[in-house]
């Protein structure tokens, strides 16, 4: 069985997430999917509108996942690869190179993102109708 993992918020779900999670189950049988806790996304600064537990609920209902574990920091990457016997290790083309150090241990794919979609355009869109 050819194991996949990935990581990221997953706040806000849409397409692009859809997308990133099958084109990633497409590699292999069976993905994983660590979400950022929220602990850890304080850490980065970042604020997800839902908090961990419904992201948790949200992706795990996604038939193209098999696990989600958390996120709690940058380090856990390499553990979690040998953890779970990973093969292959997915992100989006915006990482591009940031994981390359996992290539000893895993194949890692970065994958495009979906064009014009993005959480972040969400929150400011909707932010900007709320000041209207």
Same mark, same amino acid.
């Given at each position: 069985m050819k194991k996949v993992i990935t990581y990221?918020?997953?706040d806000l779900l849409h397409k692009g997430h859809i997308n990133l999670l099958k084109r990633a189950k497409d590699l292999g049988d069976? %993905? @994983? #999917?660590?979400i950022s806790t929220d602990q850890f996304n304080a850490l980065k600064n970042k604020e997800a509108y839902h908090?961990?537990?419904?992201r948790? %609920? @949200? #992706?795990e209902a996604i038939r193209y996942v098999d696990k989600v574990i958390p996120e709690k920091d940058w380090e856990q990457k390499l553990a979690d690869v040998s953890k779970y016997n990973?093969?292959?290790f997915v992100m989006g083309d915006d990482w591009e190179g940031e994981f390359d150090f996992l290539k000893e241990s895993c194949e890692v794919v970065y994958l495009p993102r979906t064009s014009g979609i993005s959480t972040s355009k969400i929150k400011s869109e909707l932010?900007?109708?709320e000041s209207l």
């Open positions: 990221g918020t997953f069976y %993905l @994983i #999917v660590a908090d961990y537990e419904s948790k %609920l @949200i #992706v990973v093969d292959i932010f900007k109708n």
